[in-house]
């Protein structure tokens, strides 16, 4: 079973960066890492889930959310079985658990579109 590992999450402040790392493993032996789609969600206090991009596959193909565009950039590595999400530009709103998640097939940012979960890492922005 696919099994899904954050970490990089934090204390920044405003204005700062981060880097987000997702490390893979559990394949089956006829499913490898590119065969998954792998997403960035995320969850502030008191809010629902919230997709903040996403990478296909191949790494060809890339989605953002309009929050987060021009200031975050997802990318995948696949003989590391890591996905990664650099994030700049960082703002209180960023604060949240972000979770790395999983589908077969196309990219997607909501998040009841995605089937493995990890188990989140902390990102607080604040001064």
């Known amino acids: 079973q696919l099994q899904l590992v954050e970490s990089g999450g934090g204390l920044v402040q405003p204005g700062g960066s981060l880097r987000l790392s997702c490390a893979a493993s559990?394949?089956?032996?006829?499913?490898?890492?590119?065969?998954?789609?792998i997403g960035w969600v995320r969850q502030a206090p008191g809010k629902e889930r919230e997709g903040v991009s996403c990478i296909n596959g191949s790494g060809g193909s890339t989605n953002y959310a309009d929050s987060v565009k021009g200031r975050f950039t997802i990318s995948r590595d696949n003989a590391k079985n890591t996905v990664y999400l650099q994030m700049n530009s960082l703002k209180p709103e960023d604060t949240g658990v972000y979770y790395c998640?999983?589908?077969?097939?196309?990219?997607?940012?909501?998040?009841?579109?995605?089937?493995?979960w990890g188990r989140g890492t902390q990102v607080t922005v604040s001064s």
């Open positions: 998640a999983a589908r077969v097939g196309l990219c997607a940012l909501k998040p009841s579109d995605f089937g493995s």
């Open positions: 559990g394949f089956t032996w006829h499913y490898y890492l590119d065969h998954y789609a």
